[in-house]
Structure formats: structure tokens, C-alpha cells
């Protein structure tokens, strides 16, 4: 069974920083491609940055130079780190096993200004 948990959001001041995580079953981190997604009220799911097997990332323009996604295989969770957040950025951020429909149940991010 897939399964993929989000945790660590919360509400954070602009300018400062979250680090989220995705704790999934068995291998499924070490062995696929995961991916971080964000969406807000009456706006499309979006990309922010993705991860393959190999370790190789791809982020989002937006969030270059701020985000940063990493794995780790032992403990089967994936990261995204999140700073200089702005208030924009306020969404629920979403963990998914990449080119499939299996999805975390999401964890919100608030940004105030």
C-alpha cells in the first residue's frame, strides 16, 4: 500500500522558513521520483521541485535559490526546505510519488506580512 504522510507546516512570518517532510512505506523514496506540489483557493496545483531516484532536483523558477528538496533513503522521506518565504507562497503543499495519482494528504503553509 502507498501511503505518504506530509508534516511540518505551519504559520511562519515573511522572510522566514519552513522545512516539510514526506514520510512514505517501504522503498517508495528510494526507488521513484517524488515531487512537492503547492495549491491555493481557485488556483491549479503547481510544481515547486522534484527529486528522481538518482538524486537529481528541478525546481520551480520561482522558488530557485530558496527551496531545496532532498531525500533520505534510510529513513524513506523526502524535504523540502523553504526559505525567504513570501506571503504569495501561502498554499497547501502537497507530497506526491511523481507520475502517479498517489498523493500525501497535504500540510498548509500560511505566510503573514
Known amino acids: 500500500q502507498v501511503q505518504l504522510v506530509e508534516s511540518g507546516g505551519g504559520l511562519v512570518q515573511a522572510g522566514g522558513s519552513l522545512r516539510l517532510s514526506c514520510t512514505t512505506s517501504?522503498?517508495?523514496?528510494?526507488?521513484?521520483?517524488m515531487g512537492w506540489y503547492r495549491q491555493a483557493p481557485g488556483k491549479q496545483r503547481e510544481l515547486v521541485a522534484t527529486?528522481?531516484?538518482?538524486?537529481?532536483?528541478n525546481y520551480a523558477d520561482s522558488v530557485k535559490g530558496r527551496f531545496t528538496i532532498s531525500r533520505d533513503n534510510a529513513k524513506n522521506t523526502v524535504y523540502l526546505q523553504m526559505n525567504s518565504l513570501k506571503p504569495e507562497e501561502k498554499a497547501v503543499y502537497y507530497c506526491?510519488?511523481?507520475?502517479?495519482?498517489?498523493w500525501g494528504q497535504g500540510t498548509q503553509v500560511t505566510v503573514s506580512s
Open positions: 506526491r510519488l511523481d507520475t502517479t495519482h498517489y
Open positions: 527529486v528522481t531516484s538518482a538524486g537529481s532536483t
Open positions: 517501504g522503498r517508495i523514496v528510494s526507488a521513484n521520483a
